[in-house]
Nanobody, 124 residues
Framework: QVQLLESGGGLVQAGGSLRLSCAAS????????MGWFRQAPGKEREFVAS????????YYANSVKGRFTVSRDNAKNTVHLQMNSLKPEDTAVYYC?????????????????WGQGTQVTVSS
């Protein structure tokens, strides 16, 4: 089992940057692929980015490709989401998620563990 805790959210102006972090408990962090999802008010939770167990394979939603970068540090049990050139439409609660087995996914279903979320607000 793994527990996840996000940090790094906040209020930023359009064009700015934020770096989200997700700290995972447990000694088997490298057995999990990690994903970032977001949910805006009144909308469904959507995929943002994911990374496989090794960090060698990453996926991005089209809406964030070229602006966001996902990375992980297995020695520190952390995964990060660097968000650049932020837009007002990026405003949402961002969730970190873990999928056992190490294969990165873009769908919500394979992720069995979720953090509590961190708010990102981008002002225009």
């Amino acid at each position: 089992q793994v527990q996840l805790l996000e940090s790094g959210g906040g209020l930023v102006q359009a064009g700015g940057s934020l770096r989200l972090s997700c700290a995972a408990s447990g000694r088997t962090f490298s057995s999990y692929a990690m994903g970032w999802f977001r949910q805006a008010p009144g909308k469904e939770r959507e995929f943002v980015a994911s990374i496989d167990w090794s960090g060698g394979i990453t996926y991005y939603a089209n809406s964030v490709k070229g602006r966001f970068t996902v990375s992980r540090d297995n020695a520190k049990n952390t995964v990060h989401l660097q968000m650049n050139s932020l837009k007002p439409e990026d405003t949402a609660v961002y969730y970190c998620a873990a999928s056992y087995g190490g294969v990165a996914h873009t769908a919500l279903g394979p992720y069995g563990y979720w953090g509590q979320g961190t708010q990102v607000t981008v002002s225009s």
